[in-house]
């Protein structure tokens, strides 16, 4: 098969195969809205962003 070529079977698509980890956070209730809110307040608090904005870092 070329590399551009799909798979013959669609079970890599999301709508057919969610990926592993979606599924392991749905079995153990993780709510993973929750836990991506955590996680970008954590990186804001640690990567701030420059008074002047993103465009101002050299």
């Known amino acids: 098969m ?13 709508d057919l195969n969610p990926p592993y980890l979606l ?4 079995h153990t209730g993780v709510d993973l ?3 991506v809110e955590r996680k970008l307040v954590m990186n ?5 962003v ?8 050299d």
């Open 2 to 14: 070329d590399s551009l070529e799909e798979p013959e079977n669609n079970l890599w698509r999301l």
């Open 23 to 26: 599924q392991l956070a749905d």
């Open 33 to 35: 809205r929750d836990a």
């Open 44 to 48: 804001a608090i640690k990567h701030p």
């Open 50 to 57: 420059p008074p002047g904005g993103p465009a101002s870092v």
